[in-house]
Each structure stands twice: as C-alpha cells, then as structure tokens.
C-alpha cells in the first residue's frame, strides 16, 4: 500500500525541498500552501503523515494539526518550524499531539528515517488491529460451536501431553 505525505508550508522554496526529497522515497506527495487548503485535500484525499510549518498566515501549523487530530486522529503529524521555542513545541505536542517537532533547518536524512518510522509504526498498529479483530471473530466461533455442542471445544490429554481420542 502506497502512504501519503503532505508538506504544508506558506514558503514556496521550503515546499519545493521537501517535496523533492520526498519523491525520492516509495510515497504520494501532496502539497499546501496553507492550513486550510490542506484541510481541503484532507478531506477528499486520505492522508498518512502530514509536515506541516506552524508559522503560516491564517492558522498556525499546531491550530490545524489539533483540528486534524480530532478529525484524523491516525494521521501522523508532525511540525517543521523556524521558530521553534519550547513553549511552541510544549503546545504543539499538548494540542496536536504531533509525533515530532523539527526546527528548520531540518536534517533531511533524520526526516526520511523519522517518517519512515513513523509508517512503519502506523503499518504495524493497522495490522495488529486487523488481527485483533480475526481473535475476536474466532473467539465467537468457539464460543457459539460449545454453546450448540457443549464440550466440543474441550480436548483430553494424558499425562504425557498426548491428545486421546475416544473411539465413539
């Protein structure tokens, strides 16, 4: 399955790096100039992480990353600022919940990894979730097959561990 990322930044040269390091790995890159224009494409267009800038025009990057955690609470956000101070980061992690805070200029290898990371991480939550979900059904199964045949579930071992079975 194919992730996508969306870099939300008001600076024209800074969206253009990141994309172009992005398209180097195996994700759909999308773009934004601005918090609502990425609500926009986040809302016709499912998205897994998004990087967003946080002093923008309009709505900051932790404003709309909150928003974006109520509304898509799954997708991994996370900031890029230039103007980083720990009371930004405090309220950018206390608002948006973001998965990591980046100050500008950012390491782009620390980047990759990091949202790389970050999928894999979302991949795995997926699937555990997916099986969680076959234990569940399978446990209703078993439950359902006892009720409407009472021991049929249940197995007799000797004292070796052998399983017996009755001749019946």
Same mark, same amino acid.
């Given at each position: 399955m194919q992730h996508t990322v969306i870099v939300v930044d008001d600076e024209p040269a800074? $969206?253009?790096?990141l994309t172009q390091a992005l398209s180097q790995e195996p994700y759909e890159v999308l773009c934004a100039?601005? #918090?609502? @224009?990425a609500l926009n494409i986040i #809302?016709? @267009?499912?998205?897994?992480?998004?990087?967003s800038d946080d002093k923008m025009p309009g709505m900051s990057g932790t404003e709309f990353l909150a928003i974006v955690r109520r509304q898509y609470?799954? %997708?991994? $956000?996370m900031i890029l600022t230039g103007h980083a101070s720990l009371e930004s980061a405090i309220h950018a992690i206390n608002e948006g919940e973001i998965y990591r805070f980046f100050t500008k200029p950012c390491n782009m290898v620390d980047l990759m990894v990091t949202i790389r990371q970050a999928l894999q991480h979302k991949d795995l939550m997926a699937e !555990?979730? $997916?099986l969680l979900q076959i234990v569940r &059904? &399978?446990?209703?199964?078993?439950?359902t097959l006892e009720r409407q045949h009472p021991g049929i579930t249940?197995?007799?071992?000797? &004292? !070796?561990? %052998?399983?017996?079975?009755?001749?019946?």
């Amino acid at each position: 399955m194919q992730h996508t990322v969306i870099v939300v930044d008001d600076e024209p040269a800074i $969206r253009d790096m990141l994309t172009q390091a992005l398209s180097q790995e195996p994700y759909e890159v999308l773009c934004a100039d601005s #918090a609502e @224009e990425a609500l926009n494409i986040i #809302a016709q @267009e499912p998205v897994d992480v998004i990087l967003s800038d946080d002093k923008m025009p309009g709505m900051s990057g932790t404003e709309f990353l909150a928003i974006v955690r109520r509304q898509y609470p799954d %997708t991994i $956000r996370m900031i890029l600022t230039g103007h980083a101070s720990l009371e930004s980061a405090i309220h950018a992690i206390n608002e948006g919940e973001i998965y990591r805070f980046f100050t500008k200029p950012c390491n782009m290898v620390d980047l990759m990894v990091t949202i790389r990371q970050a999928l894999q991480h979302k991949d795995l939550m997926a699937e !555990n979730q $997916r099986l969680l979900q076959i234990v569940r &059904q &399978q446990s209703l199964s078993l439950e359902t097959l006892e009720r409407q045949h009472p021991g049929i579930t249940k197995v007799k071992r000797d &004292q !070796n561990g %052998t399983v017996i079975v009755d001749d019946e």
